[in-house]
């Protein structure tokens, strides 16, 4: 198995995390952006989208990073990762859904403009941003994972961005519920961190 990675990235720590809560070896490829490996003719091939992650699973190619999750719990995760039922496995992709839409626009947009240097709609992230950080808070107040009674793919999906916020310029400290999910997440056995996400909490 083959991960094509970007280090800072938050979507491609997603896949690094369910690998290692999955406890799958893996060659790890770092897209040299130096030299815009991600949009070089060789890598298009692989992702047209010029992006990481993608997975390469003995040939079966997947880009995505939700829906990287999605392949990686059903295939090698078992009931905890792919539930069976079908309610939990709509309010998991649900949370897939946020994050694609609401936490790439919202506190990743932030982090890319903040650290990164990236021109962004300021306001349009910012709205986007407390919004939905206030609705994972408020969901969290009574819940110790976000679907169900034990850690999925939504709470991984979800993971980076929280956990980096604070290089968005974010206060976590006004979201208290998130920030006590954010303990338990790391508390998860063979949790893995990535540069940024202990500085300055
Ligand atoms: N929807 C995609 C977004 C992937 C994405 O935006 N990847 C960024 C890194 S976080 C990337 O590859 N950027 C390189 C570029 O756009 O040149 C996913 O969730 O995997």
């Known amino acids: 198995m083959i991960l094509y990675n970007i ?25 040299n952006l130096a030299v815009s490996e ?35 719990a059903k295939k090698y995760g078992g009931e905890q ?14 949370w897939l859904s946020t994050t694609a839409n609401e936490i790439q626009n919202g506190p990743a947009r932030l982090r890319l403009h903040y650290k990164f240097g990236t021109e962004i709609d300021f306001k349009h992230a910012t709205d986007t941003s407390n919004k939905v950080l206030d609705i994972i ?17 939504a709470d991984i999906a979800l993971y980076p961005y929280l956990a980096l916020a604070h290089e968005a310029h974010i ?5 208290k519920h998130i920030q006590a999910w954010r303990i338990r997440f ?4 063979k949790y893995l961190a990535m540069p940024g996400i202990f500085n300055n909490q």
């Not at 406890?23 to 770092?30: C, F, G, L, R, S």
């Not at 206060?171 to 979201?175: H, V």
Request: overall charge negative; hydrophobic content about 40%; charged content about 20%.
């Open 7 to 31: 280090p800072p990235s938050g979507n491609c720590h997603k896949i690094r995390l369910m690998l290692s809560f999955l406890k799958i070896k893996y060659e790890n490829h770092d897209l």
């Open 38 to 72: 991600q949009t070089s003719n060789e890598y298009l091939k692989i992702n047209q989208f010029g992006q990481a992650p993608v997975l390469d699973d003995n040939g079966t190619v997947i880009r995505d990073s939700q829906a990287i999750l999605v392949y990686l």
């Open 81 to 94: 990762w792919w539930p069976d039922d079908s309610y939990l496995l709509a309010q998991i992709m649900s």
């Open 137 to 153: 808070n408020i969901h969290l107040s009574d819940k110790l994972w976000l679907v169900g009674s034990e850690a999925t793919i």
């Open 171 to 175: 206060d976590m400290t006004l979201y």
């Open 186 to 189: 790391e508390s998860l056995p």
